[in-house]
């Protein structure tokens, strides 16, 4: 029953990269089993391992775990990365859900036809630089302190850094109007287990590609 | 400080009945206020009460929170209706996320052409039957309990029943495989709160109709704009 979390998914970002990145963060080793393969994902399917059919799906601490929220915050949970209450939950929670949005706009990007890329990416542009990364810069402006919440690293540190490097990739300069959020980079860049999970050859997966759209594509009968 | 809690959202279902149901279960009573106009929902933006421009909206405990799921779980956390350790979170979390995109698929319904909503409502109803349903049939079956978790009424129960019933008016014997969950439909219906909620005149909203549907759309064009690419993952 102990054992390293096994992480069943494609081998790219898609939704389960939050989950890489929290358990990184939180210093937690993991295997991952990738599925290539319309028939693999299938075969998971009969054989009754997916509650509802779909990926991600985690193996940890006995469970067979689905639906990415679940998974990442009973991985919160565990490794005391979601406040010291409800009240800091709640705050993580929403800083979290929020980031979650920008962050699916980002992951749905290379899924978009040729001709609706530039449109998504304006619109992932605008919505960074108007709604979610004011809300971050204010934050931490506001309290001053190195985290978001309750002066103590939590998931939702966690959850923005990834959110600002995936939108930088995309935007190289989206933070030059964001001081804090710069230094916030900085700072939780050199936690060292995140430090560690940033260099290459660690679990990390790079930006989709086109193979990885194809894959996906095939996979689920979408091309 | 202490005061109902007051829910900001259009006067319809949408993403703020499962927080109705929540709180309603939960014996908790509460106000609202409807956004009827393009003006009354920027007025409360430019008022910085919503943290990311969205609804819902609902005030308590001294909190503006935002965001459907962050609301969801401070009232289940708040009415410990979220199980009694994380290994028990974990399986209310699951199978809430399971009646969230079945529900969210069909919210969307309305807002569709009528090619596509006939198209997503046969997809509904096959994922109902064989993807969502089977698990909580199944799930009921196996423990023997009146409830889903740890044999104690939890959130997942409400959001079941939730769904159950959405279901039903697009489908009204969708149960028919399912003696588990009629069952369950039955004592869940008959919770003294849930009941209550479930009678004429609580603040339960009716399913959306074309009135609704062209209003909310003057006032929130944006979110249904968002909805498109949490459309495709939800059909995957």
């Avoid at chain 1, 939180?26 to 393969?37: D, M, N, P, R, S």
Wanted: glycine residues 6%; contains cysteine.
């Amino acid at each position: 029953m102990a054992g390293k979390p096994k992480l069943y998914y494609f081998d790219g970002r898609g939704k389960m990269e939050s989950i890489r990145w929290l358990l990184a963060a939180a210093g937690v080793e993991f295997e991952e089993k990738f599925v290539e393969t319309k028939e693999q994902l299938e075969k998971l399917v009969k054989d009754g391992d997916l509650l509802f059919h779909q990926l991600p799906m985690v193996e940890i601490d006995g469970m067979k775990m689905v639906q990415t929220r679940a998974i990442l915050s009973y991985i919160a949970g565990k490794y005391n990365l979601y406040g010291k209450d409800l009240k800091e939950r709640a705050l993580i929670d929403m800083y979290v859900e929020g980031i979650t949005d920008l962050m699916q706009m980002v992951m749905m990007l290379p899924f978009s036809p040729a001709e609706a890329k530039a449109k998504n990416l304006a619109s992932i542009e605008e919505k960074a630089t108007k709604r979610y990364f004011p809300v971050f810069e204010k934050v931490l402006k506001q309290h001053g302190q190195d985290f978001l919440v309750g002066n103590r690293f939590s998931w939702a540190d966690v959850q923005l850094l990834e959110v600002i490097l995936a939108v930088e990739e995309k935007i190289p300069a989206v933070l030059s109007g964001f001081p804090q959020l710069q230094a916030f980079k900085t700072k939780m860049s050199n936690v060292p287990t995140i430090k560690k999970f940033l260099q290459p050859g660690s679990a990390r997966k790079p930006p989709p590609d086109d193979n990885y759209v194809a894959t996906v594509m095939s996979i689920f009968n979408l091309n | 400080m202490a005061g109902k809690p007051k829910l900001h959202y259009t006067c319809g279902r949408g993403k703020m009945e499962s927080i109705r149901w929540l709180l309603a279960a939960a014996g908790v009573e509460f106000e609202e206020q409807f956004i009827e106009t393009n003006e009354h929902l920027e007025k409360l933006r430019n008022g910085g009460s919503l943290l990311f421009q969205q609804v819902p909206l609902v005030e308590i405990d001294g909190m503006k929170m935002v965001q459907t799921r962050a609301i969801l779980n401070y009232i289940a956390g708040k009415y410990n209706l979220y199980g009694k350790d994380l290994k028990e979170r974990a399986w209310i979390d699951m199978y809430v996320e399971g009646t969230t995109d079945l529900m969210g698929m069909i919210m969307q319904l309305p807002l569709q052409s009528a090619e596509m909503r006939e198209k997503n409502l046969a997809l509904i109803i096959e994922r109902a039957k064989t993807r969502y349903f089977p698990v909580y049939e199944k799930a009921l079956k196996d423990h023997g309990h009146d409830y889903l978790v740890g044999n104690k009424f939890s959130w997942a129960d409400i959001q079941l029943l939730e769904a159950i019933l959405m279901v039903e008016e697009c489908k009204p014997d969708i149960l028919s495989a399912f003696p588990q969950l009629q069952a369950f439909k039955g004592r869940i219906s008959n919770i003294p709160t849930i009941k209550k909620f479930l009678q004429p005149g609580s603040q339960r909203k009716p399913p959306a109709d074309d009135k609704y549907i062209a209003n909310r759309g003057k006032c929130c064009l944006t979110s249904v704009r968002f909805h498109f690419p949490q459309l495709l993952l939800k059909y995957l």
